[in-house]
């Protein structure tokens, strides 16, 4: 397993081509690190004696000390010698941010990287991505992206974009990462190199990436075994590129059949990783993870106020995976006791007509429900919007009275908070209080059904493996 | 099997004749057909006699990959006539074969593929689904990585869409999943120790009264090192 301790934790940083303007595309990572890394950060420029008061040194082989991890934020022309200066001067990990390397067919290029850094003990990250943001250290893409605490989430994404997408949408979803890592092209540290690392670092108790190509699939298939089965970590992969059909030579009907896409979907069925489709997807799947939603089954109890909301639902549900059983007659009447006879429902969907909107009320269906043999989920579905109208000076209350309440369900819960006005802040500004509120009380909420469903899907798939390899969770 | 594998290679073959893939297929719990390779008329009458009525039978070449366009098949053949005769067509069609094969014919209304592939990153590819004519149409596949375990094959046996036709069906009985299973366990794990077989195609695979029999199969060689 390659240390990549000091890459995560470098005691020294110099950003090569730090500049005291954000030039172009050129990312102010400097101005990052000046904020935010804690160790000895130097900049590299010919052209400047120092950056916004920091001392500047016309190449890494005139620093004082030896280099932990060394940022390349130069034109492709300039690369391969500043990189033969990092390799001379015993730089541990140097990051080649630029791109135009085997992503433009520039293989050959890219290969005389690796070869410059076999001249020496210098690892390279990328070329073509962003490399390291590791808030503990304070090695950070942008100070805003900071986090307070360390996080238990290892995130290994190829592409530099959705590094920062993914990373923006966690941290707004309360999810802490601990390491993330863009690892680009992977000419030299590979996504399996990270996978190893982020398996063994105790402090990591998820692990998620994009990928779009796996260098070493055997070392990769063995590296999921050991994080799913050993270290019990959950793995989530969101696949890119899954519509390319992929240029095959093949002569036999099988070869012609067996597109990328379905291939890897069938050997993430057989690791026990967790496939997410989609970026939102992985972001869901994290979230309801960290909350503890493990359902045992998917038949699931739905509970709203209206006949027609409960209803939606459950096509919604029905359509994504979900089964929903009619309730026993002992629960029936245990949630029909507070609720008129007259436009309600028990059966399941449960439809508590406007005693929906009655917080008391609403968290007894959940808890009540919970207690049913034949139930595994509860989602029950709120909206923010019309209780505010109708009792606005209660919702405060409401929301401390469904929160505590929802946390008492005896079973896995989900609420689903549709979005009916559109872009309208004020409304945008409760359903967020709302959605903290519930974070806080350990509990997963979702705009929509659908993606509840999902989740709860992929989730339970992840247990049923886990399961029949003899791991309980 | 590494001897004949070899063997066809540096005979430049880019595949095994049906009878030789059926053999490859065979030694590791694949069901096959009857079956035996006729080099001469009476030769093929007396392999039809000792497997019994009716029988098929097909022009065989390591080059004849797709016979039906040909005209190398013939089904349903039920006396030594029609046996003599079909030889005489097939041999005389000016196709280049090695000889005939003569084979029982299965009936079963289930047809099934099991399939081996390599992918660039994983490596060998074990397939499993819908066999038959329309099996490129429909696309109802599962895949596993090999080598792979009885619980994969079960797996793969539970994800195809149509997987009800592996319980009973029109008064035929469910089918031999143990069978099965082994056999998809085997080709997975011929495609981890032969390397010079490239992909495998087992189509039909079809299901007589519960027992799958390979009534078709294709082993495809490595392309030759540049």
Known sequence: MIDLDPLFYPKTVAVIGASPQIVRDRAGFFNSLRECYTGNLYPVNPNHQEIHGIKCYPSISDIPEEIDYAYIMLPRERVLPVLEDCVRAKTKFVLVFTSGFSELGEQDLEKRLVEIARRGKTRIIGPN?????????????????????????????????HALNFLIRGISLKIGFNKVISVGNQADITNEDILEYFANDENIKYICGYVEDIKDGRRFKELARYIILEKKKPLILWKGGRSEEGTRATQSHTGAMAIPAQVWDSIMSQLGVINAETQEEMGDILFALRFGFLPRGLRTCIAVAGGGSSVELTDAVS??????????????????????????????????????????????????SALDPNVDIVLVCQYPEMSRFMVKELWDESVRVMVKGLATVKKPVVIVIPRIFQNNPELEGIRAGFVDKLIEGGIPSFPSAERASRVACKIYKYRQFMEKHGVSL | MKELLQKALKNGQKALSEYESKKVVASVGVPITKEELATSKDDAVKIAEGIGYPVAMKGSSHNLT?????????????????????????????????????????????????????????????????????????????????????????????????????????????????????????????????????????????????????????????????
């Open chain 1, 129 to 161: 991505c962003i490399g390291v943001h590791c808030s503990e250290s304070g090695v950070v893409y942008y100070p805003p992206l900071k986090q307070a605490e360390p996080g238990d989430v290892g995130y290994f994404p190829q592409s530099g974009g």
């Open chain 1, 319 to 368: 359509q994504n995976g979900l089964s929903v059983p009619t309730l026993s007659p002992e629960v029936r009447d245990k949630i029909a006791r507070d609720i008129s006879q007259v436009n309600t429902s028990t059966r399941n969907p449960i439809d508590l007509g406007m005693f929906g909107f009655d917080p008391n009320i609403f968290v007894n269906a959940a808890t009540q």
């Open chain 2, 66 to 226: 797709h016979k039906t366009e040909m005209g190398m098949i013939r089904l349903n053949l039920r006396t030594k006539e029609e046996v003599a005769q079909a030889y005489d067509e097939i041999a005389g069609a000016g196709v280049e074969i090695e000889g005939v094969l003569i084979q029982e014919m299965v009936k079963g209304d289930r047809e099934f593929v099991i399939g081996l592939s390599r992918d660039p990153q994983f490596g060998p590819c074990v397939m499993f689904g819908l066999g038959g004519i329309f099996t490129e149409v429909i696309k109802d596949v599962s895949f596993r990585v090999a080598p792979i375990t009885e619980i994969d094959a079960e797996e793969m046996l539970e994800e195809i869409k149509t997987k009800k036709l592996l319980d009973e069906f029109r008064g035929q009985p469910k089918a031999d999943r143990e069978l099965l299973k082994k056999a998809l366990v085997g080709i997975g794990n011929l495609g981890v120790e032969f390397d010079e077989i490239a992909e495998i195609d087992i189509n039909p695979l079809i299901i007589a009264g519960d027992k799958p029999v390979a009534v078709d199969a294709l082993v495809v060689l490595k392309e030759p090192a540049q």
